[in-house]
Each structure stands twice: as C-alpha cells, then as structure tokens.
Nanobody, 122 residues
Framework: QVQLVESGGGLVQAGGSLRLSCAAS????????MGWFRQAPGKEREFVAV????????DYADSVQGRFTISRDNAKNTVYLQMHSLKPEDTAVYYCAADPMFSLDHARYSYWGQGTQVTVSS
C-alpha cells in the first residue's frame, strides 16, 4: 500500500508556472507508475500525465503537451509536475495517483492523494 500527499498548488496568473509535488510513503515507490489527473468543477476527472516506474516512459494529455513535464525522484519517493504557460482552463484540483501498471485511465489507479488546488487567473 502507498499513501500520497500532493503539494505546490496555488493561485497564479495566466502564463505563469507552478511545480506540483507528490510525496509517497513506503519503500516500494519504484513499484508504481505515477499519474497526474485533474478535476475541474462540474467536470469529470481527466488524465494529465503519467510516468513509468523508473521514468523512462512518459505520456501527456494533448491539452498540456509541451507545457507540462512529469518527472520522478525514486530516491525521494516523489513525483513532480512542472507546469508552464498556465491557462485559466488549467484551473482544477490536481491529484497524483499510483498503480503498478502504466495507464492513462484514472479508473485503473489504485492509490490517490487528496488533491491540491491550482487556480489560474486571466
């Protein structure tokens, strides 16, 4: 089992940057692919980015490709989401999630953090 805690959210102007972090408990962090998802009010949870167990493979939603970068530090049990050129439509609660399998489908993920709010003002 793994517990996840996100941090780094906040209020930023359009065009700005934020870096989200997700710290995982336990000693098996490298057993899990890690994903970032987001959910805006009144909308379904959507895929943002995913990284494989050792970071060799990543994938991104089309809406964030080229603006967001997912990375991980297995020595620190932490996954990051660096976000640049933020837009008002990026406003959402951002969640990190863990699963043994590399997947873009939020329904596959076994473990979730509590989320961190990102608000982008125009």
């Amino acid at each position: 089992q793994v517990q996840l805690v996100e941090s780094g959210g906040g209020l930023v102007q359009a065009g700005g940057s934020l870096r989200l972090s997700c710290a995982a408990s336990g000693r098996t962090f490298d057993s899990y692919a890690m994903g970032w998802f987001r959910q805006a009010p009144g909308k379904e949870r959507e895929f943002v980015a995913v990284i494989s167990r050792y970071g060799g493979r990543t994938d991104y939603a089309d809406s964030v490709q080229g603006r967001f970068t997912i990375s991980r530090d297995n020595a620190k049990n932490t996954v990051y989401l660096q976000m640049h050129s933020l837009k008002p439509e990026d406003t959402a609660v951002y969640y990190c999630a863990a699963d043994p399998m590399f997947s873009l489908d939020h329904a596959r993920y076994s473990y979730w953090g509590q989320g961190t709010q990102v608000t982008v003002s125009s």
